[in-house]
């Protein structure tokens, strides 16, 4: 069984369309993350929610909107895409913050 | 000053030697350390976790910290060519919900 699931995979769409991406994990953790990989492979954190409860917003376009309809799913939507949106997008979930993260298997982004 | 350096490598090591992989950080704060391994075009796989100064030992790996010092290292003794892959550390802050990764370091492992 997939402990942290995204979909979908792939998602080659163009600029300007919106799309969402949706994460499930079945862990019974408390807390979700969204992080974005660019192509220099640097991790960076985007959004968490612990318990349906946004606590970290960082600085992020407010094209990407984020959304907890339970604490096993984090969704991310994202308005009016640009080239520079490219990147693999992650979802992790953990029990708490100081506890290490599972990763989702990842969406790779590409915009035309 | 990046929260959590690492050397960005490659770090090449000979199949069967003992690869060295060093992370600062700059929270004093931070009490746990992870580090991450990420194959090409794969999710990062946590591979070990330390929470207390000294050794901590699990399989090839050991992860060492030292938190006076605010470093935290990873060994991978009898290196072999499948360890070739990015190891990333991370720290979460001590304030705020944040786990802050380095850069990662890739790792080349050649027969």
């Known amino acids: 069984d997939t402990a942290v699931s995204q979909t979908p995979k792939y998602l080659v769409t163009q600029m300007g369309n919106d799309k969402s991406i949706k994460c499930e994990q079945n862990?019974?953790?408390?807390?979700m993350y969204w992080y974005k990989q660019d192509s220099k492979k640097f991790l960076k954190i985007m959004f968490s929610?612990?318990?349906?409860?946004?606590?970290i917003n960082e600085t992020v376009p407010n094209r990407f909107s984020p959304k907890s309809p339970d604490k096993a799913h984090l969704n991310l939507h994202i308005n009016s895409l640009e080239l520079g949106d490219s990147a693999v997008y992650f979802c992790?979930?953990?029990?708490?913050?100081?506890?290490?993260?599972?990763f989702g298997d990842g969406t790779r982004l590409s915009i035309l | 000053q990046k929260e959590v350096e690492q050397n960005s490598g490659p770090l090449s090591v000979p199949e069967g030697a003992i690869a060295s992989l060093n992370c600062t950080y700059s929270?004093?704060?931070?009490?746990?350390f992870f580090w991450y391994r990420q194959y090409s075009g794969k999710s990062p796989e946590l591979i070990m976790s330390?929470?207390?100064?000294g050794d901590k030992e699990d399989g090839r790996f050991t992860a060492q910290l030292n938190k006076a010092s605010q470093y935290v290292s990873l060994l991978i003794r009898d290196s072999q060519p499948s360890d070739s892959a990015t190891y990333l550390c991370?720290?979460?802050?001590?304030?705020?919900?944040?786990?802050?990764f380095g850069g990662g370091t890739r790792v080349l492992v050649k027969p």
């Open positions: 992790a979930s953990s029990q708490d913050r100081l506890q290490p993260q599972h």
């Open positions: 862990l019974g953790h408390d807390t």
């Open positions: 929610y612990n318990n349906k409860e946004l606590i």
């Open positions: 929270d004093r704060g931070s009490q746990s």
């Open positions: 330390i929470y207390s100064n």
């Open positions: 991370a720290a979460p802050q001590a304030a705020g919900n944040k786990l802050t």
